[in-house]
């Protein structure tokens, strides 16, 4: 993976943050189409009011706007939601990009605990990326899938 000022970046793929409004309506566009169209999700379930204080970052496939999620701080934990990715691209190789760079984007925060509730039909990818089902956590229904939670350690940085 090749570092940049503002992004990451491997060959086709480009993972940013968002920084501005056109950006933010990227996100806005992208979670509309992948949660609200395909999956039915209900507009007042996916959209709230941590989207105004959260990071997100949004992925590009040769410049076009694909993919997207969001991080939320805590105390002790930084949480990465709402990760989603158009019908037409999805695979392995995007996904990855956009958690490895969430995941260097919180640990250069200092964070070194990350989570994440996965539908649970995807824990198996989540765990080749390093979050692993939190024993003892109850899993929940959202939408009609069923969620578990997962975190990852992150190693402290200097």
Excluded at 48 to 60: E, F, K, M
Excluded at 84 to 96: F, N
């Amino acid at each position: 993976m090749m570092a940049l000022q503002n992004n990451h970046q491997v060959n086709d793929l480009r993972v940013d943050v968002v920084r501005d409004l056109n950006d933010f309506m990227k996100v806005v566009a992208i979670r509309s189409s992948v949660f609200l169209a395909e999956q039915d999700c209900p507009y007042d379930e996916e959209f709230d009011n941590n989207d105004l204080s959260s990071l997100h970052l949004i992925a590009y496939l040769r410049g076009e706007p694909v993919a997207t999620l969001r991080i939320r701080w805590f105390a002790g934990f930084a949480k990465i939601e709402r990760v989603c990715v158009m019908k037409h691209v999805r695979g392995g190789s995007l996904v990855k990009l956009m958690i490895e760079t969430a995941v260097e984007i919180i640990g250069r925060k200092g964070y070194t605990h990350a989570i994440g509730y996965i539908q649970k039909r995807l824990v198996p990818f989540w765990k080749q990326l390093g979050f692993l089902p939190r024993e003892g956590r109850q899993g929940f229904r959202f939408s009609d899938y069923d969620y578990v939670e997962c975190s990852r350690q992150i190693e402290p940085r200097a």
